[in-house]
């Protein structure tokens, strides 16, 4: 050891001066060759592009209902939430009043038949019957004034006796005339007979807005759907047009979501999504565009599009939170190349690093769609360029070494 020592002590110096050259040498070799660096090479690969955007689903419409008379509640026998099918009851009111106004109605409608049954059965024949009374009467003044005629120009009989007889035909040509008029008036078109005839129909159409309060009464379901909202309870005092419940009628199920305006040129009637709602974000299920509003919301810069549902899906609630992946565009077997692999990608001139022919070679490229985490190339690279991926700094023209 102390031999070794001996010799070393002489030659420090030098061996120092070794090692510094060493060290210089494989740091000037480093800079030579450059730094490892990782590459991917541009690839060929189907392109998707998606639009992302949230919401609420809507049905295309609701139904307010409402009570179209003022009541008191007596019954309701469905809950909010309730799938319900039309015809179903859905509140009844307190009728007593109402059944007893259309008793009274009925019975109206039965004493106006019976005044027009008692003109056509009872008073119409009387009438006739005084005709003929009165048309008798008629003809034997007739022939009694003419006998008395015959007999004052015979001088049989005087003035005074022949007036008589002119009188008592006056008198029955009147009897004659009110008795025709009074059959006139029992028969159909007649005053009377139109009177009898309207007091019937007046009495009919009564009864009827009766029997039509009287069915205001029990409200009903007019379309099948869901029940989504209900505000009143047994006991309570309800009035004409007050909206009672809200229902969600049976039907097409929209999407309703607020697309950012700068996405609006990707966005068409009749495009494919795939959407999920929030509650039950492992359910998948297919929406098509429907509807694109044409204005645009001033405040949020957004513009709202629907979306409708293809097929039922029964989890599926009214103004649940759901997210939509529209996809807006796709291509087949593009040039495509990571999005983090481009530098300045939403600016007005993307770059990437290359490798080429072992340098550092800053190249700038032209992108089209983008679909996720790629982007695709339009020009500026070919199929199979190694492009560097590693977050190094890097200098134009900088030798570099592909990692192994």
Do not use: C
Not at 3 to 9: F, M, T, Y
Not at 95 to 110: I, K
């Amino acid at each position: 050891m102390n031999a070794v020592w001996s010799w070393i002590r002489p030659h420090i110096g030098q061996l120092l001066w070794g090692v510094l050259f060493l060290f210089l040498g494989a740091t000037a070799l480093r800079w030579w060759v450059g730094p490892q660096v990782q590459t991917e090479a541009v690839q060929r690969r189907d392109l998707l592009q998606t639009v992302v955007a949230s919401g609420r689903v809507e049905t295309p419409h609701r139904v307010d209902i409402g009570a179209q008379i003022t009541g008191t509640v007596a019954r309701v026998p469905v809950a909010e939430g309730q799938v319900v099918k039309a015809g179903d009851v859905l509140i009844e009111l307190a009728s007593t009043e109402l059944e007893s106004a259309q008793r009274q109605a009925e019975q109206a409608v039965m004493q106006a038949k019976g005044r027009l049954r008692q003109l056509n059965d009872l008073q119409g024949p009387v009438v006739q019957q005084t005709l003929r009374q009165a048309q008798a009467s008629l003809d034997a003044a007739r022939a009694s004034g003419q006998r008395n005629l015959a007999l004052f120009e015979q001088g049989f009989i005087g003035q005074a006796a022949l007036d008589e007889s002119h009188k008592a035909l006056a008198l029955a040509e009147a009897q004659v005339l009110a008795a025709q008029k009074q059959v006139a008036s029992t028969q159909a078109g007649g005053a009377e007979h139109s009177l009898a005839t309207g007091a019937v129909a007046e009495a009919q159409a009564n009864a009827e807005g009766v029997r039509a309060k009287a069915r205001y009464a029990v409200i009903k379901v007019p379309v099948s759907g869901q029940l989504i909202g209900r505000s009143v309870e047994v006991g309570d005092v309800v009035q004409a047009g007050k909206v009672l419940m809200t229902l969600s009628p049976e039907g097409a199920t929209q999407l309703v979501v607020q697309i950012d305006e700068k996405n609006l040129r990707w966005i068409a009637l009749g495009q494919q999504a795939l959407a999920s709602a929030d509650a039950y974000p492992q359910q998948k299920f297919k929406a098509q565009v429907a509807y694109i509003n044409p204005g645009i919301n001033a405040q949020t810069g957004a513009v709202e599009v629907k979306l409708d549902v293809s097929e039922p899906v029964q989890t599926l609630r009214q103004d649940m939170t759901v997210s939509v992946d529209l996809v807006v565009a796709r291509k087949a077997q593009v040039l495509a190349l990571q999005v983090g692999h481009v530098n300045d990608i939403n600016g007005p001139a993307p770059w990437v690093w290359l490798r080429d022919a072992g340098h550092a070679v800053r190249r700038p490229v032209r992108l089209g769609l983008r679909g996720g985490a790629w982007v695709e190339v339009l020009d500026g690279l070919r199929e199979g360029d190694a492009v560097i991926t590693s977050p190094i700094a890097l200098r134009e023209g900088q030798r570099v070494r592909a990692q192994p």
